[in-house]
């Protein structure tokens, strides 16, 4: 979506037959060498922590000047922008040099479905996006109760996401996209992986996929060893499965039934020594 800022003002009154005329206007009209895009051109979210939806604006200043732009957002009803201006220095060059920035969309659980919207506004002119907020995808018997939910880790490394590993894709094909959680500490061990669940749940199997692809086998880049441990509340951590030696990269893990509202991978050890990696952490 691409679109061109113009604008124009017009003043002028009348009362009975007598037509007063007002003075011209002393302030600047509104700056039309800015041109901004947007992608995607409209948005859908859903209200789980780890499933934000992202924006990426765009300007470009056409004009012979550099400049300036403020761009400014808000949103309707209950969208969560992670920024609400999208303040930057716009060079004049030959070709046109654009600046960009990313803008996560996300909204509370308890969002009603629906259709809303962002509205972007630069020099007085606007554009709007529209947001539609999907159902909460149904999480009853057998289903993946860590999909989407509130990751947290002992620390990422700055080429992935937090949320990788609760996207839903097992792909480790899929590695070079930064779907998946790397660790940020090379050699250092032991780091974390945790979930927090919606509410207290009744769990018995974690599922496990660590890197494991054609240019990165398990063997040689996947996790070796793990704790998987559970907490209610404001417990301690209760370990309920080990895994040690690993070289798959798959792995499940399952244990007695116990109730929790968080899973934690504990990880002690990955082949190569290196890092910590984990494509996708399911908990059922």
Known sequence: ?????????????????????????????PRTDVQVSVQPEQLSVVGLPCF?????????NTGTE????????DPSGPLQLSRELFSSW???????????????VRVPRDTQPGNYSVELEVDRSKLTVPVTVNPLPPKGPGSNVALGEQAS????????????????????????TLTGWNDGTRAVFPDNYAVALAAPTTLSRVELYTLDSKQYPAATNGLRDWDVQVRKGTADWQTVAQVRGNTLGHVTSTFDPVEADAVRILCLAGNGNTYSRIVELEVY
């Open 1 to 29: 979506m691409t679109i061109r800022w113009q604008s124009a003002v017009a003043l002028g009154t009348a009362a009975a037959a007598t037509v007063i005329a007002l003075p011209q206007a002393t302030s600047n009209p």
């Open 90 to 104: 716009l060079p004049a060059v030959d070709p046109d040099q654009p600046v960009s920035a990313p803008v996560e």
């Open 66 to 73: 550099d400049r300036y732009a403020d761009l400014t957002l």
């Open 153 to 176: 880790a002992s620390s990422t490394h700055g080429n992935f996401a937090l949320c990788g590993a609760v996207d839903g894709d097992n792909d480790s094909e899929h590695w070079d």
């Open 52 to 60: 934000p939806g992202t924006l990426t604006l765009t300007m470009t």
